[in-house]
């Protein structure tokens, strides 16, 4: 069965390309109030893909509640075989904003092929890796059926923190029932190396903004004695984590669990170079954070804050002597596992407001947040995906973590009780969130054979 | 001959209220290209005004070369009366970008009046005090003509650094050959309190831009190992001025003079109540800066730092974890005398390269520059203003310093050799280069009288 879905698949390789290529000319940018109606239309086109394929039960569950705005969810089942365990596969069509625009070598919705690679915004974060669920379906739908029952699940509010989501699998969480859950929205550790995800870090992002003065003053005038919200702001950041690295709330380390030491020692014997990584991927003169820690211990295993923007004051070309009534900086932090969202949250809101400077009001709020994770290697799950993606690659799986934040993975874990396999085909040069976003084909049509596999070894 | 003109100029009055509108309707924003005609046109009407009151040699003095494309000098003269001193009379025809847009209450470029205000962009900086001098001489002109030379001078980059007039002064002086210059860009200290403003801190407004990875990297993925220029910035900002308001760069306040002990004590002698400073004028919770000096020296001879945006990275609504390449700082120093625009510039320059943090690079630009002014109050002009505007407010004439810089004056003194009157009827709360700038219009006409008082007492 697997086997004539896998060529079938092949067969079928470019039509697949091309309904992605669909997929990813509509922007369904989650974040942005002007594309809301993109984002229904991206909805739309996976719920008919899935019933394309053959699934039953396709719709779309509407998430807007009195207090809110959604993107809908997109649900599917096939669910017909007694016995056999249940998967719920689950993606997310929603994409990241695609500026800065004039970065992109091509526009940003018009998918273009280079160099074997397909270059979109949402190439492989995650439309295309989503897509290949869909396909990998379509293939066994249509050469002898499933082996195994499976759920399908699609969000369209993943990069703005998947509230519709969350809120749904708290509350109609039978409506999810499965055994085991497969998520493609992570990458591999190196091209051609197959690779399973187990431990994802959380996440708060937050908005801080600072009041100085009433209204907007004239620096000539007032400067030296009304307080400059840009000046208070950069002050807090500059106290909130150190110069190598180390975060100086109170209590933000309090309780962290640090990886075991065969984690630790299998993470050494990756094919990790750290002089390429600071030259290739990211491109600065040193890398920063943490030395006392390993660059992987630093992205996997250790909370950290960004800065993203600084919104307020005058951005314009040229010169404007204001001092800005107020500004704000969006500040993320990223959690490891025995870390809390709300606790850390919680932390750093009274850190910040016992060091506002003189004359200024701080406030602080959440944006939304994610559950830092780990997944027992030790289920027949990802026993079942590491041989699966093994065979396709003809290489040994290896388990690592992921630095990002997927926080469906803590709900189906804790709402869910079920375990999550992270199996992604992104490589680390695809530009998630950057301009220049890519997936490399020959992963998209590996990935869908993959999945398969794993669906039959699952079923077997 | 001044009682005439003075009558004049109050039968008169409605109509100078309806061409400054007319004035103040053109968005002469002298830094965004897209006004560049606007700017022009702001030239053209004043030019015209010019002409119609009378004066010879009108012209537009074209400022761009090859390296820059400036906006244009307005030149006027009358140089009739042999042995009387000639007055050059300054002004300028540009304004301020006139955002946040939605905090103004009228449009910024539809003049409207209330409460005995004119509220627009430009009303008090400087379109409508430029204009009570056009008006001056108007008044004069047709009752009797003037009782002093004149020459005009009106420029359209004073918002943007004044190049355009400092390299004409610098090269064609001898066009400009006068014995006192009139600046009325300043304000009175209080409401009905005559006031000469006679020093000005000078400035340098810099754009400071970090550059961590070569790309836009995801925060998940890259956060602990990549550089954020961000938090580079804001640590960079933190060490340039301590919490007290203290520069910390290394030997900028070397030579720098302090007001005299006469002059400290007169400001003692102000009406100046902190407190109502602190809660009506800038309304915050506190008053900042170096609290071992008053407000008046903080904000008038002491020098300061100030952060007016930081463009770059992700500022729209929601969220976006980008760990941004490169993010700016646009930050400006104001400077008191004894400290040269150039030297300081070096340090600041000298000093954030020294402090750049780990993986960053940093670029310190200067987009202008102005110099540090104090005038002797012992001279005629001052002595003839004083008298004017005691006459016109019936009280005594008191002597300030302004925060603020206009770079102008010190060219004139050191360029032309003469000293400048800067006579302003401007009010603190006039929301100088804010949401809802205004002109109290009894100054308006205070102000045309007050002119030809002092242009009758210097051509006595």
Request: charged letters at 25%; one cysteine or more.
């Amino acid at each position: 069965m697997s086997e004539l879905a896998i060529r079938f698949a092949k067969a079928n390789g470019a039509r697949f390309v091309e309904e992605l290529k669909a997929l990813l000319r509509i922007p369904s940018v989650s974040t942005a109030p002007e594309h809301v109606d993109d984002v229904r239309k991206a909805a739309e086109f996976v719920a008919e893909g899935l019933r394309a394929a053959g699934l039953e039960n396709v719709r779309l569950i509407e998430t807007s509640t009195a207090e809110r705005t959604g993107h809908p969810l997109v649900y599917a089942d096939w669910l017909h075989l007694e016995g056999k365990p249940t998967v719920l596969l689950y993606g997310h069509y929603d994409v990241q904003p695609a500026e800065p625009l004039d970065e992109w070598k091509s526009p940003p919705f018009e998918p273009t092929e280079r160099d074997g690679n397909i270059y979109a915004r949402g190439a492989v974060d995650d439309k295309g890796q989503m897509w290949m669920h869909v396909k990998a379906l379509e293939s066994l739908m249509k050469n002898g059926g499933l082996p195994v029952n499976v759920r399908v699940i699609v969000e369209g509010e993943e990069e703005v923190g998947g509230e519709g989501i969350a809120t749904f699998v708290r509350e109609h969480g039978d409506q999810l029932k499965a055994d085991a859950a497969l998520v493609s929205d992570t990458e591999m550790f190196a091209p051609e190396l197959p690779t399973l995800c187990v431990g994802l870090r959380g996440m708060i992002y937050t908005e801080l903004e600072v009041k100085g003065a009433a209204t907007d003053l004239h620096s000539g005038m007032y400067g030296g004695a009304a307080p400059n919200p840009f000046v208070a702001l950069a002050q807090i950041i500059a106290k909130l984590k150190d110069e190598d690295g180390h975060i100086s709330i109170p209590g933000f380390y309090d309780g962290i669990e640090v990886p075991t030491a065969e984690e630790l020692a299998a993470w050494k014997t990756l094919p990790f170079n750290e002089e390429e990584y600071r030259s290739h991927e990211v491109g600065s003169t040193e890398l920063t954070g943490e030395s006392q820690y390993s660059v992987l211990e630093r992205t996997w295993s250790r909370p950290t804050m960004d800065v993203h923007g600084m919104p307020g004051g005058f951005i314009g070309a040229g010169a404007k002597t204001v001092i800005p009534a107020k500004a704000m900086a969006k500040i993320s932090f990223r959690l490891v596992p025995g870390m809390k969202p709300e606790a850390t949250f919680a932390k750093y809101k009274a850190f910040v407001e016992s060091i506002a400077p003189k004359g200024t009001q701080v406030n602080v709020r959440m944006i939304h947040s994610g559950e830092p994770i780990v997944v027992s290697t030790d289920n027949v799950y990802i026993r079942a995906a590491k041989a699966a993606m093994g065979e396709v690659f003809g290489k040994e799986t290896v388990f690592v973590r992921g630095g990002g934040s997927i926080p469906i993975v803590g709900d189906f874990v804790r709402e869910l009780g079920i375990p999550t396999v992270m199996m992604g085909f992104g490589l680390p040069d695809d530009n998630l969130h950057a301009p220049n976003e890519k997936f490399h084909l020959a992963n998209f049509h590996r990935g869908i054979e993959s999945i398969v596999r794993f669906l039959g070894k699952v079923g077997a």
